[in-house]
């Protein structure tokens, strides 16, 4: 089946650290792979996409590069601001037909806490 | 433009009442996902429905149901509430089925069962 992994959290780093949440996945077919955030209290917003292998998506300084090598999608950002403490989940979903087209299949989220 | 909305923002419900939430996706937009954030066991799928049509379900018990309305919305519900039905439900929506499209998600409606 398809499932996705991320690293055990939380992540707790003080602000301007580097940061970077693994992401492996195992897909029966070629997914896309997504990036999603949750603030405290809310839903969740989409951070980045990457559709095929070698795609990086970015937004907010936040860059994730699909590696279809290494069946990873690891999430990274250069210097982490206090803003960005939320939880974070790495997802895919299946690019064509079969019992999981459709659905988007989640890692089991990070937390991570930024400090001033 | 409006994102996805959902109603209400919570639901207490005691065991073996029914519950129905609902959702109403991003104008234009013709598919909606159903999901639950239940503490420690992350977020499971639920349900896909795409232009009136139930496309694909998650390995949940036929008490969870739903349904898609001409305008696109949606409604979830679940039956003969347990105590451990009691989690976040998260609706999504995409303008079609199709792998890249990003499904954009509402707030959520939490739930809890006593």
């Known amino acids: 089946g398809n499932s996705v992994t991320q690293m055990e959290g939380p992540v707790t780093l003080s602000e301007e650290a580097f940061l970077t949440i693994n992401c492996t996945y195992t897909?029966?077919?070629?997914?896309?792979l997504f990036w999603y955030v949750q603030y405290p209290g809310e839903g969740l917003q989409l951070l980045l996409k990457?559709?095929?292998?070698?795609d990086k998506g970015s937004n907010k300084g936040f860059e994730a590069t699909y590696r279809k090598e290494t069946t990873s999608f690891h999430l990274e950002k250069g210097s982490v601001q206090v803003s960005d403490s939320a939880v974070y989940f790495c997802?895919?979903?299946?690019?064509?037909?079969?019992?999981?087209?459709?659905?988007?299949?989640f890692g089991q989220g990070t937390i991570l806490t930024v400090h001033p | 433009e409006a994102g996805v909305t959902q109603s209400p923002t919570h639901l207490i419900k005691t065991r073996g009442q029914q519950a129905t939430l609902r959702c109403s996706p991003i104008?234009?937009?013709?598919?909606v996902y159903w999901y639950q954030q239940a503490l420690g066991l992350g977020l499971q799928f639920l349900l896909w429905?795409?232009?009136?049509?139930?496309?694909n379900r998650g390995n949940f018990p036929p008490r969870f149901s739903g349904r898609q309305f001409p305008n696109y919305s949606s409604e979830l519900n679940v039956n003969a509430l347990e105590l451990e039905d009691s989690a976040l439900y998260l609706c999504?929506?995409?303008?079609?089925?199709?792998?890249?499209?990003?499904?954009?998600f509402g707030p959520g409606t939490r739930l809890t069962v006593l």
């Open positions: 999504a929506s995409s303008s079609a089925g199709t792998g890249g499209n990003e499904q954009f």
């Open positions: 897909a029966t077919g070629y997914p896309s």
């Open positions: 990457a559709t095929k292998a070698d």
């Open positions: 997802a895919l979903r299946l690019n064509a037909g079969g019992t999981s087209y459709g659905k988007l299949t």
């Open positions: 104008s234009g937009h013709t598919s």
């Open positions: 429905y795409d232009e009136g049509e139930e496309r």
